[in-house]
T-cell receptor
Framework: DGGITQSPKYLFRKEGQNVTLSCEQN?????MYWYRQDPGQGLRLIYY???????QKGDIAEGYSVSREKKESFPLTVTSAQKNPTAFYLC????????????????FGPGTRLTVL | GQQLNQSPQSMFIQEGEDVSMNCTSS?????WLWYKQEPGEGPVLLIA?????ELTSNGRLTAQFGITRKDSFLNISASIPSDVGIYFC?????????????FGAGTILRVKS
């Protein structure tokens, strides 16, 4: 079945440690996205990527880093510089319909809940 | 950044009742999306709207893309217990590079059976 997978489902980290969240999709989608979700708030965009080896900062990129070495993979690293990393992290992807301004709707993975101890 | 105003924040309704929620923005969007999220899971797309004035149904769900392109509503008819969850609206800005979406804060729906 085609879809988006995120691992692990739950992740615990000590303060000062970097941690990497995995996101893989087998939908052959061009674009991939990382969002952060906090209680009572909408999703906020961290980073996004339209093509391999290219990515752009979203609204809250500070303290995070990404890579896009393969079309199907878009890992997110939460660094020790992120001051409040405890949150629910969601990965999404979408396919392009035409030029870089034309995409279909985004589909989401099941999420990773990160807790900093 | 851009924001969508989504209301109501939460609803606690009796099974069988109809539900209505909406989103408004000061920005013009070229796409409106409605997602449902259940606890501990990722949002699932319910309805996508692409044209101003468009009215689209998906089973008991009906959504409309406002004529001004700055608002959208979602109706759920004859609610059932499995409708429980958080409903998010999302808008795609006109000609926004990379299909960036702006999300509302969500409407929490609880259904009393």
């Amino acid at each position: 079945d085609g879809g988006i997978t995120q691992s692990p489902k739950y992740l615990f980290r000590k303060e000062g440690q970097n941690v990497t969240l995995s996101c893989e999709q087998n939908l052959n989608h061009d674009a991939m996205y990382w969002y952060r979700q906090d209680p009572g708030q909408g999703l906020r965009l961290i980073y996004y990527s339209q093509i391999v080896n290219d990515f752009q900062k979203g609204d809250i990129a500070e303290g995070y880093s990404v890579s896009r070495e393969k079309k199907e993979s878009f890992p997110l690293t939460v660094t020790s510089a992120q001051k409040n990393p405890t949150a629910f992290y969601l990965c999404a992807s979408s396919s392009r319909t035409g030029d870089l301004f034309s995409y279909n709707e985004q589909f989401f993975g099941p999420g990773t809940r990160l807790t900093v101890l | 950044g851009q924001q969508l105003n989504q209301s109501p924040q939460s609803m606690f309704i009796q099974e069988g009742e109809d539900v209505s929620m909406n989103c408004t923005s000061s920005s013009i969007f070229n796409t409106w999306l409605w997602y449902k999220q259940e606890p501990g899971e990722g949002p699932v797309l319910l309805i996508a709207l692409y044209k101003a004035g468009e009215l689209t149904s998906n089973g008991r769900l009906t959504a409309q893309f406002g004529i001004t392109r700055k608002d959208s509503f979602l109706n759920i008819s004859a609610s059932i217990p499995s409708d429980v969850g958080i409903y998010f609206c999302a808008g795609q800005l006109v000609r926004e590079y990379g299909n960036k979406l702006v999300f509302g804060a969500g409407t929490i729906l609880r259904v009393k059976s």
